[in-house]
């Protein structure tokens, strides 16, 4: 089964519980594997604000002493996306981050310092709503709304100066 033709393909997790993984994964004909587990538990682990991309993830688990393939976290990262567990963000023109969808936090956008690349995080709930009235006036059913602002952060600009 292809993750794109799932008969529920966004999902919203109000725990990432393992039980509640598990449960999630078998609705859809998924095992939550040893693998699964540590990927999700590195990604519960990082602190808030912090987008992992799969190397970082890879690092990580090296430095547990875990050896799962980079093939195995961007198959895993890839399902978990599908089930609406984890957002992929493309931060950066390099390589995809990820950080858990969580529905009790706010909706956020990020701010990316071209230079530097550090990124920052701000609320706005006019975005998600013109995001959700758009949607609506082309058909679209919303899934996610992310909105994206690249610039130069005030660090940077001061040393440019």
Known sequence: MSYATMSSPHFVLSSHHPEVLKTLLNQEGFRI????????E?????????????????????????????STIYRTLHLLVDLGLLRELALSEERKFYELSNPMTVAHHHLICSQCGSVQEFEDAAIV?????????????????????????????????
């Open 33 to 40: 594997t040893q693998q699964r587990h540590k990927i999700l």
């Open 42 to 70: 590195v990604l519960n682990a990082a602190e808030e604000g912090d987008h992992l991309s799969a190397e970082d993830i890879h690092q990580k688990l090296l430095d547990q002493g875990e050896k799962i393939g980079v």
């Open 129 to 161: 709503s013109l995001g959700h009235d758009e949607a609506l006036r082309q058909g679209f059913s919303l899934l996610d709304c992310q909105f994206t602002v690249h610039g130069i952060c005030e660090n940077c600009s001061r040393v440019s100066r």
